[in-house]
């Protein structure tokens, strides 16, 4: 019997701990309501993620001047820094970028993680600008 009461305490106490992560998660200052400032513009394709020695090729579903949105992915962990490059449609250039992830899903098996640029060339930061003013909208 105190064996039982034992690991319902400890399962209680995991699931706390779990409800409390969610909760951070869900509305901390940084996580609370849409958080974007720029116009967005759906973006499908192919984006080559280099984090370390580990290469990723991971599939978009918007951008903006700011960042862009990995669908479908297994995210990393918040914080994590990666080196981007793609190119744009109708752009042959190709756009290097360092980002960190700075969204993933509240949900435990959760798809998909959003990436804010930390270093953007000049160039990339124009054909961008350009990209989004033919094809950007205000993604709220």
Known sequence: MTTDRRAAERRQKRLAAAASLVDRRNHSDRRGGDRRRAARAPLD?????????????????????????????????????????????????????????????????????????????GDARSALSKFLDEHGHDGA
């Open 45 to 121: 394709l192919w984006v080559e993620e280099e984090k370390g020695n580990e290469l990723y090729f991971r599939r978009t579903g918007n951008v903006s001047i700011g960042g862009i949105y990995f669908e479908q992915t297994i995210p990393h962990a918040l914080g994590t820094v990666v080196r981007l490059r793609f190119s744009l449609p109708g752009n042959d250039s190709l756009i290097e970028a360092q980002a960190e992830i700075v969204n993933t899903p509240a949900i435990k098996d959760g798809l998909g993680m959003g990436l804010e640029f930390r270093e953007l060339s």
